[in-house]
């Protein structure tokens, strides 16, 4: 049975606002608030209250612009002088580190179904693409729990991972395309993927840089008379990056984090409205896809 409208957004207002409390309850003892969004989806899916909710490729779409959202916030709040020190790890982490990743948790789950669990066997190809499915870090988790916990690291640490889970999904998103495509049977050309995997990294720069540079350019030349309006318009030139940088062939993500750096290291009109909108959006889209994603874990 569909769901009215009032009663939709009374559920969904509910869910947040307990997502919220929980948040707050949780920051008293150093508990990562995602993590309790993530349970507060689960409490109300249908091993808890029982809302009943499957929607893949919504979940999806809401990723893309939430991701989107909290990457360009995050590079905003990323300064130069903190990432220059690191590019060549950041680089080497998001490329063979995520392939390192891939191949050593790949042979631990081989491992450990082949050798604990006799019922639940994968053969190694089939281990290795789960574990490509997660070898890239999330970089949601990653930008909230750096920047809301007061983590305090040293030796550049905190830009270095914040570098690394803002760049390391075009490798992630290859290995697994090319272990799919193995497993299906299908031809995988070593080449093809490499390459594939280059034009994802250089599009998705040039079209971060690109699109940073328009948008720096934007903010200074619109002259509004209402300052609220600027984030809005910013909003929509966020969105444009992705979409832009994907149907080129890059990697819209990165590019949108690289579009955040830059605009975060320039000077740009009505800033104070800016940072102040995307704190607090990039809050809310965080909320809801946490809670989505507990909302599709069926532990039973």
């Known amino acids: ?117 006799a019922s639940l066997t994968f053969s190694l190809p089939i281990a290795i693409l789960l574990a490509a499915t997660m070898s890239s870090t999330d970089s949601a988790s990653v930008f909230a729990i750096l920047r809301s916990q007061r983590v305090h690291l040293k030796e550049n640490l905190k830009p270095l991972l914040e570098l690394e889970s803002g760049s390391n999904d075009p490798m992630a998103y290859m290995i697994t395309v090319a272990l799919i495509g193995f497993v299906m049977g299908g031809e995988t050309s070593l080449w093809g993927v490499a390459g594939s995997l280059v034009l994802q990294f250089f599009f998705g720069i040039i079209g971060g840089f690109l699109f940073g540079w328009l948008c720096v350019k934007m903010l200074n030349n619109l002259n509004i008379q209402n300052e609220v309006l600027y984030p809005i318009a910013l909003l929509c030139f966020v969105m444009i990056t992705y979409v832009s940088t994907w149907y080129i062939g890059g990697n819209g993500y990165l590019a949108v984090y690289i579009a955040g750096i830059y605009l975060g290291n320039s000077k740009i009109t009505a800033r104070k409205s800016v940072y102040g909108f995307f704190d607090g959006i990039t809050w809310l889209v965080q909320i809801i896809l946490f809670i989505m994603l507990g909302l599709l874990v069926n532990p039973s």
């Not at 207002?13 to 150093?30: E, H, N, Q, T, Y």
């Not at 608030?33 to 929607?55: E, K, R």
């Not at 999806?60 to 590079?75: H, R, Y």
């Open 1 to 117: 049975m569909p769901l009215s409208t009032e009663t939709f957004l009374i559920i969904g207002s509910v869910v947040i606002f307990v997502a919220i409390l929980l948040g707050k309850v949780g920051a008293r003892f150093g508990v990562p608030a995602l993590l309790l969004f993530l349970l507060t989806g689960m409490l109300f899916g249908v091993d808890g209250i029982g809302i009943q909710f499957s929607n893949m490729r919504g979940v999806q779409s809401i990723g893309i612009v939430a991701l989107s959202i909290i990457l360009f916030s995050g590079g905003m709040g990323t300064k130069l002088s903190q990432i220059r020190p690191v590019i060549g790890e950041g680089i080497a982490l998001s490329t063979i580190g995520v392939l390192l990743t891939t191949l050593f948790t790949g042979l631990l789950i081989f491992g450990v179904t082949h050798y604990l669990f």
